[in-house]
């Protein structure tokens, strides 16, 4: 498998992912990962809309993603990869998907995160998650579109 780019953005599949970054990466699918959108009929349906034409579309769970990837499913494919947060990105790469980096694209502000970036905020569990993941040697950076500077995501963690 090819995995061209992964990237966390709460928001999934949204014009920038949609155009920008899948036409950037030349990408044949995208693959949202996320055990509540599988679940989710309406999102499913957002999910489907919001996906570029002509490229295809996996919804999966972490276990059913981490099942296919490793069986070689999509080997012959450019596939962009997308979770929700930084944590569902962790569990793809703690159970071997051969992932070297991913982009922080989009985490809104709650309660309990403080703000790296415009369009970037991370929990104190996040920022551990990130700093164990670069200790493994995984790039992680912190881009909205592919243009922005591929920095990683630790000059932004004061």
């Known amino acids: 498998m090819t995995i061209e780019h992964a990237r966390v953005d709460e928001r999934l599949i949204h014009g920038q992912v949609a155009t920008v970054w899948t036409n950037t990466l030349g990408a044949q699918r995208i693959m949202v990962v996320n055990d509540l959108a599988v679940k989710d009929q309406m999102q499913i349906g957002a999910l489907k809309m919001a ?5 295809k579309l996996s919804i ?5 993603a981490i099942e296919k990837i490793l069986a070689g499913n999509y080997d012959d ?11 569902d990105m962790a569990d793809l790469i703690d159970s071997g998907v051969p992932l070297k980096a991913f982009n922080v694209g989009n985490i ?3 309660e309990g995160s403080k703000p790296i970036k415009k369009s970037v905020a991370v929990t104190e569990t996040d920022v551990q998650t990130i700093k ?8 992680i950076t912190a881009q909205m579109i592919p243009s922005e500077s591929d920095e990683t995501i630790l000059n932004f963690i004061k």
């Open 51 to 55: 996906k570029p034409a002509g490229v």
């Open 60 to 64: 999966l769970s972490k276990r059913k």
């Open 77 to 87: 494919e450019k596939v962009f990869l997308i979770t929700k947060d930084i944590q």
């Open 108 to 110: 809104s502000q709650k």
């Open 132 to 139: 164990r993941l670069d200790e493994k040697g995984i790039k």
